[in-house]
């Protein structure tokens, strides 16, 4: 961590006690821990949906579920979170995870690919959509979620700066990173949406729908 990001850190609210718990356990138990959204970016997620106020919310890539958390904690209490997992290995983990918080009850698990489970949802069903499932899938994802989110509906999705790799030119074989290239130039001549990128951890970039 930076010395920028260590004063942020230090002046925004403080990281739930549950949160912080998962985020440990994440680094200590599984080899890609770092993938937990962690503080700033958790503290944001809860912010940006209470600014939303979003009746329903899909999230692509559940992981540990903390960015789960984050999202119910800034739902209302009539709106609810469904998040889809491809690894069916996370899933005793996740379910865990959630049932030792109070804002479980706003969260449905799906465990499967999400490539094919957003197919069986109806257009225009979500008010925002946290996108941050596999990156090679990113633009092919995209457009399928594009028509589930309502007019002024948002999506955000996540890691797309990837460690910097943007900035250079990805090896033949590096598709995660050609996936994240190919999103960001397909999203900035996207004229159906308005788009802006945050340099906040590995770049969040937040889209609306017009």
């Known amino acids: 961590m930076d010395s920028i990001e260590e004063y942020i850190i230090e002046h925004i609210d403080e990281e739930p006690g549950l949160l912080k ?10 080899l890609h821990g770092g993938m937990s959204s962690g503080h700033l970016q958790g503290r944001l997620l809860k912010m940006l949906v209470q600014m939303i106020r979003p009746s329903r919310v899909l999230e692509i890539g559940t992981y540990t579920g903390y960015s789960a958390l984050c999202i119910a904690e800034g ?7 469904e998040t889809i997992e491809i690894d069916d290995e996370m899933e005793d983990i996740i379910r865990d995870n959630f049932s030792r918080s ?6 449905k698990l799906i465990i499967g690919d999400a490539n094919e489970v957003v197919l069986n949802y109806d257009d225009s069903t979500f008010d925002l959509v946290f996108m941050d499932g596999n990156k090679r899938d990113y633009m092919q994802l995209y457009e399928k979620i594009l ?7 948002f999506i955000i999705a996540d890691n797309t700066l990837w460690h910097g790799k943007v900035l250079e030119e990805p090896k033949s074989n590096d598709w995660q990173t050609k996936g994240v290239l190919e999103f960001n130039d397909h999203l900035k001549g996207d004229n159906r949406v308005e788009k802006v990128i945050l340099a906040v951890r590995d770049g969040l970039t937040l889209i609306r729908k017009k």
């Not at 440990?24 to 599984?30: D, P, Q």
């Not at 739902?75 to 979170?81: F, G, I, P, T, V």
């Not at 028509?147 to 509906?153: A, D, L």
């Open 21 to 30: 718990q998962i985020y440990r356990e994440a680094h200590l138990k599984l």
């Open 75 to 81: 739902l209302e209490d009539n709106a609810s979170l």
């Open 102 to 107: 109070s804002f479980s009850d706003r969260i």
């Open 147 to 153: 028509p589930k989110i309502k007019h002024g509906g």
